[in-house]
């Protein structure tokens, strides 16, 4: 049987430097555990742009499609800001994202009791959090039709339309329902089903798929706005929360700074089961490609690490060593390591992204 496979896409900025560090620990889980991957390498974002004149080959798209993982990045940097809209640097990750139909986005917010100082909320409030968004990333609002600047009268008017339909929440509704089986087995699911159609349709459709599938997993229901207040008050309250296109775009970056830095965070976007059981899979940090610290060996490792963590637990079958790996970055956590956005000026000196990634070898 040949070894699952794994699509490396740098990209740009600080992307190619995070992800040197991940491929240290790859080699590692081979060398180490048996743990073998075959893993290939191609461009996306500014630096495909450079030598195809896309930010995604068609031959990439391809891979990606076939890849049991695929581990981005970042894309971007003000040197193609000039570009036209057509062939952006995020234009790349946009087809990835829509062609391997990635429905499901998980953004976990983890509190590492090493860093609960670095919360703008309370140490109480956020030691030993652990919940996990599940963001629907394909429909609703952002894609919905009629949509555009029209003139009506004598003046303009903005227009974008919210849509659902039922198998595009019930399979998400699905997704964060598996999860949550493997963790606290508890979803709280938020749209706004007192103002707008869609959110009613959506509250219907994840109690059928509760009640029908699921109904081990303890589920309940909150409006969106409540649900945001509830996630500053006591995060700790939740375990998987299950929402859609905008409300999850909110929710996940509000629960993201309940942490601390960017260069914490992973995520991962799944879409359908493929041939061989697993989902189409592509994670990524949530951070950019940072280009006011890139090529300077200074960029924070850890989301694009804990990215692969999830890629070993999600597409591998493997959380027992996603955890060790996990486990290795809060070691070097509490052992007091910071790269320089885990600082704020208390006196100890940053290692670089190289060092940091040694550390957690080290601790592996
Ligand atoms: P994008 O549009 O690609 O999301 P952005 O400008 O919104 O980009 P980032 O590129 O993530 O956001 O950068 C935001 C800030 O956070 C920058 O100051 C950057 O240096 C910092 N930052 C982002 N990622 C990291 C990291 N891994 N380590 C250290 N600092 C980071
Ligand atoms: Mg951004």
Redesign the pocket.
Known sequence: MSNPSILILAGD??GPE?MGEVKKIITWYGDKRGLQFDVSEDLVGGSAYDVHGTPLHDDTMAKAQEADAVLLG???GPKYDVLDFSVKP?RGLLRLRKEMDLYSNLRPAQCFDALADFSSLKKDVVAGLDIMIVRELTSGIYFGEPRGIITEGNERVGINTQRYTESEIARVARSAFELAKRRGNKVCSMEKANVMESGILWREVVQKIHDEEYPEVELSHMYADAGAMQLCRWPKQFDVIVTDNLFGDLLSDAAAMLTG???MLPSASLGAPMANGRPKALYE?????????AGQN???????ILSFAMALRYSFDKGDEATRLEQAVEKVLADGVR???LLAGEGVTPVSTTEMGDKIVEAL
């Open positions: 900025g600080i995070v970042a894309v971007g995020e830095s960017l260069g940090p949530v951070h950019g490609s940072a280009p006011d610290i200074k960029a924070n490792p850890i989301a694009c790269t320089a956005d």
